[in-house]
Structure formats: C-alpha cells, structure tokens
C-alpha cells in the first residue's frame, strides 16, 4: 500500500526543519529528525562528491551526476535526504523531492546518527532498488559497501567501483 506524503504539507514540513537547523526525513512512514551535520561530516561528503567519475572500464554510458542532501522520495513515500545521490541521469524534478531512484547512495557517518546511518539505511535503499550504498565513517576510517548479495568491509582511503560503472574514492 502506497502512502504517500501530502506535497503542501511535506513542503511545509521540511522548510520548517531547515529554518530550524534539524533534517527531515520519512522512513517506512516514520519521521526521523536529526540535527544538521558538523563540519567533518560536510567536508568529507564535498571531497567524495568531488571524486564521482566514470568508470574508463565500463561501457555503461552513466554519467554519475552526484547531488548532496537532496530529497528522493521512493515509490511508498518514504522520503530521504542521502548525503550523496548518484544518478545515471539528471532528475526531472526542479523544485520538489526527486523520484528518480538513485544508482548508489554514500552516507557520512555522523556522532548521533550511527544507527540509521549503519544499520537503517543499507537496507532501506537496497530494498528500494538502490544499487550500491557506501557508509563512511570518517571517525573510524571504516568503509562498508552493501550490495544485495553482502557488504565488504573495507578501510579508507579506497577507490570503490559502482554497478552503474562510476568511481568514487572514498
């Protein structure tokens, strides 16, 4: 069963939490507020961001457009904010959440979010067709990459390959 979100009222909802300084996100029908992220976390999701780029090895023809903190709101109405989307094309969307499913998502581990970042998010996103989610936690220097047949758990700084045949170091 679909439900998804009134566009006024979510518009509403989210202009709200920005102007006060927290992040809005539906997952599976509930809220999930968290504060906006401190500095290592905005500085490490910039130079991953930088880093996105075609893969010279695949004939895949993805232009690994990268988008920070944008809206994606899936196919039941749940609406996330990845740190980082990643598209083989730009989005139709202008002005609302974006309903292209991303290819790959990365998220930045941040102090307070370790549990939806680790342990809610991967499989959130591989259940709703996301390809690759990539989860670093720069407190740590762990990388944990999840496709839907496993995770590899690996150490920064690595060059990650994505299944849409884009590149990203991390």
């Given at each position: 069963?679909?439900r998804?979100?009134?566009p006024?009222?979510?518009?509403?909802?989210?202009?709200e939490?920005?102007?006060?300084g927290?992040?809005?996100?539906l997952m599976?029908?509930?809220?999930?507020?968290e504060?906006?992220?401190?500095k290592?976390?905005?500085?490490?999701?910039k130079r991953?961001e930088?880093?996105?780029?075609?893969?010279?090895?695949s004939s895949?023809?993805c232009?690994c457009?990268?988008?920070?903190?944008l809206?994606?709101?899936?196919?039941?109405g749940?609406?996330k904010r990845?740190?980082?989307?990643?598209?083989?094309?730009?989005?139709d969307?202008?002005?609302?959440?974006?309903?292209l499913?991303?290819?790959?998502?990365?998220e930045?581990v941040?102090?307070?979010?370790?549990?939806?970042d680790?342990?809610?998010n991967?499989?959130?996103?591989?259940?709703?067709?996301?390809?690759?989610?990539v989860v670093?936690?720069?407190?740590?220097g762990?990388?944990?990459h999840?496709r839907?047949?496993?995770?590899?758990?690996?150490?920064?700084p690595?060059?990650?390959?994505?299944?849409?045949?884009?590149?990203v170091n991390?």
């Amino acid at each position: 069963m679909s439900r998804l979100v009134d566009p006024t009222l979510l518009k509403q909802a989210l202009v709200e939490a920005d102007e006060n300084g927290y992040r809005l996100e539906l997952m599976n029908g509930v809220g999930i507020w968290e504060v906006q992220p401190a500095k290592r976390h905005i500085s490490t999701a910039k130079r991953i961001e930088k880093s996105i780029r075609p893969d010279p090895e695949s004939s895949s023809g993805c232009g690994c457009i990268a988008y920070q903190d944008l809206y994606v709101q899936f196919s039941d109405g749940s609406l996330k904010r990845p740190d980082i989307a990643i598209f083989c094309r730009e989005p139709d969307e202008e002005d609302e959440a974006v309903t292209l499913v991303p290819e790959a998502v990365v998220e930045v581990v941040s102090r307070g979010s370790e549990t939806k970042d680790l342990e809610m998010n991967p499989p959130f996103y591989l259940n709703r067709g996301v390809k690759d989610v990539v989860v670093v936690d720069p407190y740590t220097g762990q990388v944990y990459h999840h496709r839907l047949e496993g995770v590899r758990r690996l150490n920064t700084p690595i060059e990650i390959r994505l299944e849409c045949g884009c590149l990203v170091n991390v």
